[in-house]
């Protein structure tokens, strides 16, 4: 070989060496080789099981290499307790709640994966919990609000990552978690009623900005929903369901048909699987205790063979949940934000009040309702003739929460109330009836209500009734 060849040889050599091992290091990241858990003393996460945040006092971040068999790595030694971590969509960096000292609110912080430095993002008297990237330099999270006389909330937020433009976009009395983000942008939330009553946990989904909220999940009669939802790219949608016999399952459901397309995974397998996490490969990483074991730990599950098939860590000193992939992963839906935060006021239409439910049919009992009354926090907010299609029309006051119900023709309840709901500024809604199914598209019809200008609430009822004119304002050209 011709000795000024060889330099450039190595040279060569050394670069394919150098991209071989780039190759293998990005290789073993896709793969979802590095896994960062939250581990939970195990006494902390039995006495936290039934809450409604992940806020485990002690708990703590860690990595794990299954290839490496090693010791997990700490990320947050400074901290007295941290959880729910989210990952960047460049895989850099993760967002995660946490507190420096026992008694401080939970906060949310970011940490830089490459030098493990952490920055403190929030800055509220009130604990600040699961939080999840936004685009666009976003982030949301769960905040919890004082009580003003109704009971306290759990409430979403979002700001910028440089801790400005703090937004509140949840209004209802409901403790708020958040679950995930969608694909497509949206915001997917676990949500229980708080006041006037006590309401079943259901995932809803609504934009980052707090509009066009709906039901997206609604877990059978005697389950509870777990905490935090996966979606893969191929739309479907992994989330776990402790039943009533207490065993908690993984259970599949497809974006494009949430509300009817529920399989449970895992009923015939024993052991519980608190946390699921879906893999490329079809397998899933999955938080799973075994019969008979007191804790959880970081398993590998394969739905076509139905059983799990490794075990990446396990010890009886700790609970090992919520695994989450360290690497890149493709960013949701940048959704337009068509708010006009200063406007006072939304609008809401429906196209037919009697259009409803197998279950709301069978109440009714071939009985029409002629009003809607609007209920607020503490008082009715007034009601109204609907036309004779079923149609109404308001422009109700933004961030304010209410709810709906049916009366007949001698102002007699018909169905209702309704879950809370709200309408964000110069946010314009619209639903087909009272209790649809939301998978249904409306008729293509344009509803009586619509031709007139809408009816602004509150209603002044009495004063309209002793004019006796209609309530509206006249009709629109």
């Known amino acids: 070989?011709?000795?000024?060849?060889?330099?450039?040889?190595?040279?060569?050599?050394?670069?394919?060496?150098?991209?071989?091992?780039?190759?293998?290091?990005?290789?073993?990241?896709?793969?979802?080789?590095?896994?960062?858990?939250?581990?939970?003393?195990?006494?902390?996460?039995?006495?936290?099981?039934?809450?409604?945040?992940?806020?485990?006092?002690?708990?703590?971040?860690?990595?794990?290499?299954?290839e490496e068999h090693n010791t997990p790595e700490v990320l947050t030694k400074d901290f007295h307790s941290a959880c729910s971590p989210h990952v960047s969509y460049d895989g850099t960096r993760i967002l995660f709640s946490a507190k420096k000292e026992k008694d401080a609110p939970?906060?949310?912080?970011?940490?830089?994966?490459?030098?493990?430095?952490?920055?403190?993002?929030?800055?509220c008297k009130e604990s600040c919990h699961t939080p999840y990237y936004l685009p666009g330099g976003r982030l949301v999270f769960t905040r919890e609000m004082p009580d003003?006389?109704?009971?306290?909330?759990?409430?979403?937020?979002?700001?910028?990552?440089?801790?400005?433009?703090?937004?509140?976009?949840?209004?209802?009395?409901?403790?708020?978690?958040?679950?995930?983000?969608?694909?497509?942008?949206?915001?997917?939330?676990?949500?229980?009623?708080?006041?006037?009553?006590?309401?079943?946990?259901?995932?809803?989904?609504?934009?980052?900005?707090?509009?066009?909220?709906?039901?997206?999940?609604?877990?059978?009669?005697?389950?509870?929903?777990?905490?935090?939802?996966?979606?893969?790219?191929?739309?479907?949608?992994?989330?776990?369901?402790?039943?009533?016999?207490g065993k908690w399952n993984i259970v599949r459901i497809r974006y494009n048909r949430s509300l009817h397309s529920a399989m449970n995974c895992t009923e015939k397998i024993p052991g519980d699987f608190y946390s699921v996490l879906p893999c490329d490969s079809g397998r899933l990483v999955v938080s799973y205790r075994k019969p008979g074991d007191a804790t959880y730990g970081i398993s590998i599950f394969s739905p076509a063979e139905k059983k799990v098939v490794s075990t990446l860590l396990s010890d009886g000193e700790y609970d090992y949940i919520d695994p989450v992939l360290l690497m890149p992963y493709e960013r949701p839906r940048n959704l337009p934000d068509e708010l006009m935060c200063t406007y006072p006021t939304g609008l809401l239409m429906s196209q037919n009040i009697n259009f409803t439910d197998e279950e709301g049919e069978k109440r009714l009992d071939g009985r029409k309702a002629k009003y809607i009354e609007i209920l607020g926090m503490d008082k009715s907010l007034g009601w109204i003739p609907v036309?004779?299609?079923?149609?109404?029309?308001?422009?109700?006051?933004?961030?304010?929460?209410?709810?709906?119900?049916?009366?007949?023709?001698?102002?007699?309840?018909?169905?209702?109330?309704?879950?809370?709901?709200?309408?964000?500024p110069f946010e314009r809604r619209g639903c087909i009836g009272c209790h649809e199914d939301p998978e249904l598209a409306p008729d293509n019809v344009v509803p009586m209500a619509v031709n007139y200008f809408p009816?602004?609430?509150?209603?002044?009822?009495?004063?309209?009734?002793?004019?006796?004119?209609?309530?509206?304002?006249?009709?629109?050209?």
């Open 148 to 245: 003003t006389g109704t009971g306290s909330f759990l409430t979403l937020f979002t700001m910028t990552l440089d801790g400005k433009m703090l937004r509140q976009i949840t209004y209802h009395p409901n403790n708020d978690v958040i679950a995930t983000i969608l694909n497509d942008g949206r915001i997917l939330m676990l949500s229980s009623q708080v006041y006037p009553e006590k309401g079943k946990a259901k995932y809803l989904a609504l934009r980052p900005n707090g509009t066009k909220m709906e039901l997206f999940y609604k877990s059978p009669a005697g389950t509870r929903p777990g905490p935090r939802v996966h979606e893969t790219r191929d739309g479907m949608i992994r989330l776990t369901e402790r039943s009533a016999a």
């Open 455 to 477: 009816v602004v609430v509150p209603v002044d009822t009495t004063k309209e009734l002793q004019r006796g004119e209609t309530f509206h304002l006249g009709k629109m050209h």
């Open 1 to 66: 070989m011709d000795a000024r060849r060889r330099p450039v040889l190595y040279v060569l050599l050394t670069v394919a060496i150098a991209i071989g091992i780039m190759f293998i290091s990005c290789s073993k990241v896709d793969d979802g080789k590095r896994l960062v858990v939250t581990r939970v003393p195990a006494s902390s996460f039995a006495a936290g099981e039934k809450g409604c945040v992940p806020s485990w006092e002690g708990a703590a971040l860690v990595v794990i290499r299954p």
């Open 106 to 123: 939970w906060e949310i912080w970011e940490m830089d994966l490459k030098n493990k430095k952490s920055r403190q993002i929030t800055h």
């Open 387 to 424: 036309e004779k299609d079923g149609s109404f029309f308001l422009k109700i006051p933004a961030n304010l929460p209410f709810r709906l119900q049916t009366l007949d023709g001698n102002k007699k309840v018909l169905l209702g109330p309704s879950d809370w709901m709200w309408i964000r």
